[in-house]
């Protein structure tokens, strides 16, 4: 299993230009989600998912869009890049397995992403 | 609203000794609480979880202790190594999983 992929690694934007982080998992999970990392902020939930077809929004929302056509793939959509969307992304997924004492969220490796 | 505070932005130990990081929640009402480490440039991981009924889990030399009443989760690292340094977050088991600004423990 390659576990929770994400692309691309690095991707530098100009402002007002729009694009797509990839995230797809492997592991048959139904929850996924995306945070950002930024300086002094730790992670900060942007939208999250518990299944295909439902998505529901996070700490931080705004600017960022979000789709669930399949189980295995959530992108995060930028739609108009601003400076301050610079940060490291993070993609995660987890299973919703009731009968489990809790549900791991597995991470995947980050984008860095920078707005000009 | 539910929270969870590490009031301790960072914490400095010296290798061999006792690490204790802390959270505090203002509401306990989860069946189990989950620490997770995250070193620079990787994504967290999880490190160790504990059942709401017990106030005690170990896994090697992390333990972490839970106290309900007080609202309180600790985790301890014995003995501290130089790997162990990192970003530690105690996040709330909800759906939306938020994992604050964490502790940055540097041994």
């Known amino acids: 299993n390659a576990g929770v992929t994400q692309t691309p690694k690095f991707q530098v934007l100009k402002t007002g230009q729009s694009m797509t982080l990839q995230c797809a998992q492997d592991m048959n999970h139904e929850y996924m989600s995306w945070y950002r990392q930024d300086p002094g902020m730790g992670l900060r939930l942007i939208h999250y998912?518990?299944?295909?077809?439902?998505?529901d929004q996070g700490e931080v929302p705004n600017g960022y869009n979000v789709s669930r056509s399949t189980t295995e793939d959530f992108p995060l959509r930028l739609l108009s890049a601003a400076p301050s969307q610079t940060s490291v992304y993070f993609c995660?997924?987890?299973?919703?397995?009731?009968?489990?004492?809790?549900?791991?969220?597995?991470f995947g490796p980050g984008t860095r992403l920078t707005v000009l | 609203d539910q929270q969870v505070k590490q009031n301790s932005p960072s914490l400095s130990v010296q290798e061999g000794r006792i690490s204790i990081l802390n959270c505090d929640y203002t509401n306990s009402m989860f069946d189990y609480f989950l620490w997770y480490k995250k070193y620079p440039a990787e994504g967290p991981t999880f490190l160790i979880s504990?059942?709401?009924?017990?106030d005690k889990n170990e896994d090697g030399r992390f333990t972490v202790f839970l106290n309900k009443s007080a609202k309180h989760l600790s985790l301890h690292i014995v003995p501290s190594q130089p790997g162990d340094s990192a970003v530690y977050f105690c996040?709330?088991?909800?759906?939306?999983?938020?994992f604050g600004a964490g502790t940055r423990l540097t041994v």
């Open positions: 996040p709330l088991p909800n759906n939306d999983m938020r």
């Open positions: 998912s518990v299944g295909a077809g439902i998505t």
């Open positions: 504990i059942s709401s009924i017990k």
């Open positions: 995660a997924s987890s299973s919703l397995d009731r009968g489990q004492r809790y549900n791991e969220q597995f």
